[in-house]
């Protein structure tokens, strides 16, 4: 039996409702949406969630894009800054219900299972998107951040509404498909796929994973289908064009003083 449990990754409900969720489940497998890249960089940290100035600094990452830095890096780190300004917040350190099933799998000897992409896969597809999306995040991000906000209003855990993240869905796969399928929907596909692995090689065993509410839907959805043909199209890399870059990380930016203002305004 496979169960799908979407949290919201700076929420603490998400972290109480993890704990909650495997003390009465008693799973015998804990699969989360993290890759070995980032569960290494987890454990190498000590399990510290709390980023400080130091370790992520806005100015820093524009003198090293500036001067060269690796692309793929720099938009991890963007993304990055953006996740934990979030965290802040909302008073919650991004991807502590990961941690904390992490632990709980641990002190109650349950079997742990990795099963998303590789990031840098993933930041390579983000990155291949066509030149036309790029500019048009560009357009949209305070639309798309307005959204959200409306959204919210003051109330974080309503982003965990089924109806408020199928509308969020819906609409960043009208607008910016080949971003949406980079983003959310070959994720949901590997980890659909990682999780059938998962229940044919443990059968008879009780699987849980926990994993961003923007991919609950998804994998319910192909844990119906069987055929996955297509995993060497989700795990390849593919070409970049540098100078296609530029309007993405310029969006980014945009993005990040946008959301200060989005944060600014919900306070009111």
Known sequence: ?????GT??????????????????????????????????LE???????FSEDDINFRALLREMVGGGSLPVLLERFLALI???LGRKFGVHPGSEMVVAIQSARTSGRRIALIDRDI????????SIPIKEKIGLFTRSSR???????????????????????RIMIELKKSLPALYSALVDERDRYMAHMLLRLQEKYP????????????????????????????????ELRPVSKIHLIPLLFTIIFTYILMKLEFIRIRK
Do not use: C
């Open 1 to 5: 039996m496979i169960k799908i449990v």
């Open 83 to 85: 996740q934990r300004d």
């Open 204 to 235: 008879g065993e009780s699987i849980m994973a926990i994993v961003g509410a923007g991919h609950e839907r998804g994998i319910k959805h192909y844990l119906k289908k069987t055929d996955f043909a297509d995993m060497e199209k989700l795990t």
């Open 8 to 41: 919201g990754h700076i929420l603490e409900r998400s972290v109480r409702d993890v704990e909650r969720f495997i003390e009465e489940e008693k799973p015998d497998i804990i699969a989360l949406e993290l890759d070995t890249k980032r569960f290494k960089a």
């Open 120 to 127: 840098e896969i993933t930041l390579n597809h983000i990155l």
């Open 44 to 50: 190498k940290s000590g399990w510290r969630l709390d």
């Open 144 to 166: 798309d951040l307005g959204l959200v906000g409306d959204l919210l209003g003051t109330n974080i855990d309503g982003i965990l509404r089924e109806e408020n993240i199928e």
